[in-house]
């Protein structure tokens, strides 16, 4: 999962970049509309945070660009603005949800989660390859009863793997789920955390395997 977040209070972006990258997955965060925008066109998200009293303009306008993406993500209007009035304009114009400032995290999050689950993005709940359990609601990995202890890079690919078990996962897919946009990234840097999650799963005994399709990507099956 990647989300975007459009806030332009410094600290709150960085608050919310926290609770998004914990509960959701790798995050980016902007302060404009001209710069998520430019995001927007360059990166595939899955979840759009977004705020309305922006340096440039009302968030709303975002909206009519998130409408044209293919596949288009999930949009969730997080502003001090919570007038009924207000909250229906931002639903008719294409917000999937609204919530208002001050929020509780733990809302936030499960608001999120239930826009993500409409578009069937988070629909799968629990899902098993071999021995080998993943729940995408809490972001976790298991083999029998064993919780695995994953770093935060491997888990996201993990997961972005288990999402298309059984197909191939293109390098940039993979890439674009563990990295934020701007980091800089070192050719053989996804490889290594490939390799070293496939060690995590062998000691584990686990028997969901990444196999690796030369020049293209990575895939998970089941022995």
């Given amino acids: 999962m990647h989300v975007l977040i459009v806030e332009d209070d410094r600290e709150l972006a960085s608050s919310l970049k926290h609770i998004m990258e914990s509960a959701i997955g790798v995050t980016d965060a902007f302060a404009t509309i001209a710069e998520a925008e430019a995001a927007l066109i360059a990166h595939p998200f899955d979840l759009v945070i977004i705020d309305r009293r922006l340096p440039d303009g009302d968030g709303l306008s975002l909206l009519p660009v998130l409408r044209r993406l293919r596949p288009r993500p999930a949009t969730l209007v997080l502003t001090a603005l919570d007038d009924p009035f207000d909250i229906a304009s931002a639903l008719d114009k294409g917000a999937d949800e609204y919530v208002g400032k001050p929020f509780e995290p733990t809302?936030?999050?499960?608001?999120?989660?239930?826009?993500?689950r409409r578009y069937s993005l988070d629909a799968l709940g629990t899902t098993q390859i071999g021995n080998l359990v993943f729940d995408l609601n809490h972001r976790s990995a298991s083999?029998?009863?064993?919780?695995?202890?994953?770093?935060?890079?491997e888990l996201a690919i993990l997961e972005t793997l288990v999402r298309r078990a059984g197909r191939v996962v293109q390098r940039e897919t993979l890439e674009s789920s563990v990295y934020n946009i701007n980091e800089d990234?070192?050719?053989?840097?996804?490889?290594?955390h490939v390799s070293r999650l496939r060690r995590r799963l062998r000691e584990a005994d686990c028997d969901a395997v990444i196999k690796s399709v030369r020049g293209i990507g990575y895939m998970l099956v089941s022995e």
Avoid: M, T
């Fill in 143 to 153: 083999v029998g009863q064993k919780v695995l202890e994953i770093p935060r890079r």
């Fill in 185 to 192: 990234i070192e050719s053989n840097a996804l490889d290594s």
């Fill in 107 to 116: 809302e936030l999050v499960a608001r999120a989660r239930a826009v993500l």
